[in-house]
């Protein structure tokens, strides 16, 4: 189980969220078989969507990111809800490449930085917003950070990391996000820049054993910073046959009709791997209903 901590400057200047999502970003790399690079790629976009998740007021809001930039790792997407549980996948999971020169996993490569980075949040009430920024990097956090500075002005520092083992397994992840609120000035911007100028890699301090709490309270430095609340997170899939059932309804009745002469129909999820089996007779009520 993952963790997620707020917190915020005791002046009330700036924002911060810092979250531990090895166990979710391990459960990805299972469900998936994602390579080293493509498990990078995947968490950091993973816990970079979480914290957008938790920023949501809406309780039945959720945010999707797809990040797509030509590489050879195709469309990697997450969706988180608005408690910071998040779901994703990898389009080419099994992509493999060589190591950076500094011996990192090159998941700008993977990515790739000719595309776009797509946000939708759906705040539940049918009308949901999309924001799209060019990708900077492909390596996920500079595209959060140039998102929230073009599209939505918020100055914002964006940290995400991942360590993977040489047997795929995860040996930790998370990340922080720290935002500007609208009582900082320029004497604040001054300050958290050079607080932060020095800091060490995420992946560094999680190993280091420090904990979200630990990050919110040492990454910001001269800043006060006052824990507000901290979560649970997961990996969670919220498929279920039902929802399966009215995506084929979804697809047209001649579409269904032409299934229903198949021996059978099997859909998987493609978050969780969680397949969905319809037999002739299944697809023939389906056809039934939507008819209706």
């Given at each position: 189980?993952?963790?997620?901590?707020?917190s915020i400057?005791?002046?009330?200047?700036v924002?911060?969220?810092?979250?531990?999502t090895?166990?979710?970003?391990?459960?990805?790399?299972?469900?998936?078989?994602t390579?080293?690079?493509?498990?990078?790629a995947?968490?950091?976009?993973?816990?970079g969507?979480?914290?957008m998740?938790?920023m949501?007021?809406?309780?039945?809001?959720?945010?999707?990111l797809?990040?797509?930039?030509?590489?050879?790792?195709?469309?990697?997407?997450?969706v988180?809800?608005?408690l910071?549980?998040?779901?994703?996948?990898?389009?080419?999971p099994?992509v493999e490449l060589?190591?950076?020169?500094n011996?990192?996993?090159?998941?700008?490569?993977?990515?790739?930085?000719?595309?776009y980075?797509?946000?939708?949040k759906?705040?539940?009430?049918?009308?949901p917003?999309?924001?799209?920024?060019?990708?900077v990097s492909?390596?996920i956090a500079?595209?959060i950070t140039s998102?929230?500075?073009t599209?939505?002005?918020?100055?914002?520092?964006?940290?995400?990391?991942?360590?993977?083992?040489?047997?795929?397994s995860?040996a930790?992840?998370?990340?922080?996000?720290?935002?500007?609120l609208?009582?900082?000035?320029?004497?604040?911007?001054?300050?958290l820049e050079?607080?932060?100028?020095?800091?060490?890699p995420?992946?560094?301090m999680?190993?280091e054993?420090?904990?979200?709490e630990?990050?919110?309270?040492?990454?910001?430095?001269?800043?006060?910073?006052?824990?507000?609340?901290?979560?649970?997170?997961?990996?969670?899939?919220?498929?279920s046959?039902?929802?399966?059932?009215?995506?084929?309804?979804s697809?047209?009745?001649k579409?269904?009709?032409?299934?229903s002469?198949d021996?059978?129909t099997?859909?998987?999820?493609?978050?969780?791997?969680?397949?969905y089996?319809?037999?002739?007779?299944?697809?023939?009520r389906?056809?039934?209903?939507a008819?209706?």
């Amino acid at each position: 189980m993952g963790k997620l901590v707020r917190s915020i400057s005791s002046d009330g200047t700036v924002m911060m969220m810092a979250s531990d999502t090895t166990d979710i970003v391990s459960a990805a790399q299972k469900i998936h078989g994602t390579s080293k690079v493509c498990t990078a790629a995947l968490g950091r976009l993973l816990t970079g969507c979480s914290f957008m998740g938790q920023m949501m007021k809406e309780e039945k809001g959720s945010v999707t990111l797809r990040i797509n930039g030509g590489g050879p790792a195709g469309s990697v997407i997450a969706v988180s809800d608005s408690l910071g549980n998040v779901k994703g996948y990898v389009v080419n999971p099994g992509v493999e490449l060589p190591l950076k020169d500094n011996g990192k996993l090159d998941v700008g490569g993977a990515v790739g930085c000719d595309g776009y980075l797509s946000v939708m949040k759906d705040f539940g009430t049918g009308d949901p917003y999309t924001g799209q920024v060019p990708i900077v990097s492909g390596e996920i956090a500079e595209d959060i950070t140039s998102y929230y500075a073009t599209s939505e002005q918020i100055p914002t520092v964006c940290a995400l990391g991942v360590l993977v083992n040489q047997d795929k397994s995860v040996a930790c992840a998370g990340g922080f996000i720290i935002q500007l609120l609208p009582a900082a000035d320029e004497n604040t911007v001054s300050a958290l820049e050079k607080c932060i100028s020095d800091v060490r890699p995420v992946t560094t301090m999680l190993a280091e054993g420090m904990t979200p709490e630990d990050i919110c309270r040492t990454v910001p430095g001269s800043f006060d910073m006052e824990i507000l609340d901290s979560f649970d997170i997961v990996y969670r899939c919220d498929c279920s046959r039902s929802k399966v059932e009215k995506a084929l309804i979804s697809v047209g009745a001649k579409e269904l009709d032409d299934m229903s002469n198949d021996p059978e129909t099997s859909v998987r999820c493609q978050f969780c791997g969680e397949t969905y089996v319809f037999t002739p007779e299944d697809i023939r009520r389906l056809l039934i209903r939507a008819a209706k």
